[in-house]
């Protein structure tokens, strides 16, 4: 079946520095796109979406970006802080779907 | 607001035990979620009402069973627990159904155990 895949398990990164987390989806028919943030003995928190309309929205420190002629995802975190150190997930939907699929998630770990 | 709340937060049972996990949302949200969490992997659903009165199985179903009491609760019942059934459990809700893009908000988890 369509799946929603990551491409590193882990990924350390010095503090202040910009991390970017990947993501990979099967579904050419997905054509909404969410990365989560899940801290250690904590539910998911949104963190950003984005439609399949647009190439690129941005947060504050966040910005995803999505090429759908690769079916790829991104997550750029901008000068990182230990508080940002978690389990990123990225889910896909598309239009009129009830379900969301889920990635197995990186663990994003921040080096003071 | 509070967003959903799910009790408990913990929960210890011997094999074969009964319990119900609760789930509430106060976002007036249509659709609600249950999944699992294991080690290593991501979230499978377990079951999932998409508005009040429905209920449909999800990826992982077996061993479960839920009732979507009304618009704003959500439980999730184990009639005789097994130890694969420890994991940690999430409920969401999201708007969907009112809006067709289906951004959910996740509970803070139950982690089960079962011996």
């Known amino acids: 079946g369509e799946s929603v895949g990551l491409h590193l398990p882990t990924l350390s990164v010095q503090e202040g520095d910009n991390s970017i987390i990947n993501c990979a989806y099967s579904?050419?028919?997905?054509?909404?796109f969410i990365w989560y943030k899940q801290e250690s003995g904590k539910g998911p928190q949104f963190i950003i979406d984005?439609?399949?309309?647009?190439d690129k929205r941005q947060g504050q420190r966040v910005t995803v970006l999505l090429n759908k002629t690769v079916k790829h995802l991104s997550l750029q975190i901008a000068a990182t802080q230990p508080g940002d150190s978690a389990v990123y997930f990225c889910?896909?939907?598309?239009?009129?779907?009830?379900?969301?699929?889920f990635g197995t998630g990186t663990r994003l770990t921040i080096i003071p | 607001n509070a967003g959903v709340t799910q009790t408990p937060k913990f929960q210890v049972l011997k094999t074969g035990q009964s319990m119900t996990l609760q789930c509430a949302q106060d976002?007036?949200?249509?659709?609600m979620y249950w999944y699992r969490q294991d080690p290593g992997m991501g979230l499978r659903l377990i079951y999932y009402?998409?508005?009040?009165?429905?209920?449909d199985k999800g990826e992982v179903p077996n061993g479960y069973n839920v009732s979507r009491l009304n618009k704003r609760e959500f439980s999730l019942r184990l009639e005789s627990a097994a130890p694969s059934q420890t994991s940690v459990y999430f409920c969401?809700?999201?708007?969907?159904?009112?809006?067709?893009?289906?951004?959910?908000?996740f509970g803070p988890g139950t982690r089960l155990t079962v011996l």
């Open positions: 969401a809700s999201s708007e969907w159904g009112s809006s067709s893009y289906n951004e959910q908000f």
């Open positions: 579904n050419s028919a997905s054509d909404y």
């Open positions: 984005i439609r399949s309309n647009m």
């Open positions: 889910a896909e939907n598309n239009f009129g779907n009830e379900k969301l699929t």
């Open positions: 976002m007036n949200h249509n659709s």
């Open positions: 009402s998409a508005s009040e009165g429905t209920t």
